[in-house]
């Protein structure tokens, strides 16, 4: 009898202790089939791809309940080509390429620690039409400057207090020959029909690399504006970009969203001009499938007016996440 309450005593043991912790398998499966059009007269390819929508990825995620509202967490994450099965799209095998960290968080807030999204990264796509896909047009920071997103040996802090958000992040370059880290910060809001947020990144170098952004949303109900501000800087060439764009809910499940995006470089930077457009229709099948279609196009002109890049996607895709 007593052998058996203690053995009872042990299975209770380790039940709570199980219980206290936990790992989540999760991901998403995007594809779609279209004609996309690279380069400047270049002839348009009828293809299958991956990330229409979103990324395809698949990630282990989880936490553990350490006592007194501390928890440790972790994830682990990384791309794949839907398309071809490949690891990523230029090939390579699979990796946790987009996150790898370990973390704590609790009252204090959040501290993570290896390769994770910049503070930066928190913030920059949350206001960009057609969903932020592939049919986003674009803007000078996500296109066009020597953006890091995710640069590894990464800390981070985040915290939210009541309806505002933010997060500061250091990313080393662990190199004593160079100077070469990466700072950022961000500051968010959203209560009711506004969102408003702003990000800043500091890229140490031989020329240091600034990078300034600022997006916001108002909901009035049968639409939602957004809109965003940008500018890129190193030395004497600086870039200055914005997008506008709509929200409009058709249906419980369908959502048309497009807008326009341009961007204009100085003198120094060589005076040229980018713009293009872009619309996307999403239909959600369930609460974890979803069909889209849309279609971007967005140009590139130099100081003298001639074009010098022109590109656009036309597809239909579904993807589904678990």
Request: glycine letters at 14%.
């Amino acid at each position: 009898m007593k052998k058996s309450l203690i053995a009872l005593a042990v299975l209770a043991a380790t039940g709570a202790a199980s219980a206290q912790s936990s790992v989540t398998l999760y991901g998403i499966v995007d594809v779609w089939v279209g004609s996309q059009e690279t380069g400047l007269n270049a002839d348009s390819v009828t293809k299958v791809g991956s990330g229409g929508f979103s990324s395809s990825r698949v990630g282990f995620q989880g936490s553990e309940d350490l006592g007194g509202g501390l928890n440790a967490i972790f994830k682990l994450e990384g791309n794949f080509a839907a398309d071809t099965g490949v690891g990523s799209s230029t090939g390579g095998g699979f990796n946790f390429n987009r996150q790898a960290y370990l973390g704590l968080s609790g009252g204090f807030g959040t501290v993570t620690i290896g390769k994770v999204w910049t503070a930066m990264d928190d913030v920059l796509f949350n206001n960009d039409y057609a969903f932020d896909s592939a049919f986003f047009a674009g803007n000078i920071l996500q296109v066009n400057a020597n953006y890091e997103g995710n640069p590894g040996n990464t800390i981070k802090y985040a915290n939210s207090f009541g309806a505002f958000s933010g997060a500061v992040s250091y990313s080393l370059d662990e190199d004593n020959a160079v100077k070469e880290d990466i700072v950022d910060f961000s500051i968010g809001y959203g209560a009711g029909p506004i969102t408003a947020n702003f990000a800043y990144q500091l890229q140490n170098g031989a020329t240091d690399e600034k990078l300034t952004a600022f997006n916001g949303s108002y909901d009035f109900g049968v639409v939602k504006l957004l809109g965003g501000l940008g500018q890129y800087k190193v030395g004497a060439s600086k870039s200055t970009d914005y997008h506008l764009g709509l929200d409009v809910p058709l249906s419980s499940a369908m959502t048309l969203s497009g807008g326009y995006s341009a961007s204009t470089d100085n003198a120094a930077a060589g005076d040229n001009e980018r713009s293009g457009f872009g619309i996307a229709l999403n239909y959600a099948l369930s609460k974890r499938t979803n069909a889209y279609v849309g279609y971007t196009q967005d140009k590139t002109e130099n100081a003298a007016g001639a074009k010098t890049d022109e590109n656009s996607l036309m597809a239909v895709g579904i993807r589904h996440t678990f």
